[in-house]
Nanobody, 121 residues
């Protein structure tokens, strides 16, 4: 069993930055992903990092602006978000995966409760 708790969301102006954190407990040797769900839309993939932290990938919409990282000793995963845009407004979720290079929500097993990010124009 894995429990995930996201934090770090908030209200920020366009062009600003936020750092999201995901604290994991239980068995944590998983690949980790970040997803987001904009208002009225389906949940979408943002970024993922493999279990060792040596490989990452991003959706094109955030590439060059967001950076995913992890600290396995602390059981933490982070998402540094820079140059935020109003279209980044969403609830952000972290999740676990046993397979690498997967982007569908049904390919992720455990989910946190989400943290709200709102970017004002």
């Amino acid at each position: 069993q894995v429990q995930l708790v996201e934090s770090g969301g908030g209200l920020v102006q366009a062009g600003g930055s936020l750092r999201l954190s995901c604290a994991a407990s239980g068995r944590t040797i998983y690949h980790m992903g970040w997803f987001r769900q904009p208002p009225g839309k389906e949940r979408e993939f943002v970024s993922a990092i493999n279990s060792s932290g040596g490989s990452t990938y991003y959706d094109d919409s955030v590439k060059g602006r967001f950076t995913i990282s992890r600290d396995n000793a602390k059981k933490m995963v982070y998402l540094q978000m820079n140059s935020l845009k109003p279209e980044d407004t969403a609830v952000y979720y972290c999740a676990t995966a046993t397979r690498w290079l997967v982007i569908r929500t049904d390919q992720y097993s455990y989910w946190g409760q989400g943290t709200q990010v709102t970017v004002s124009s």
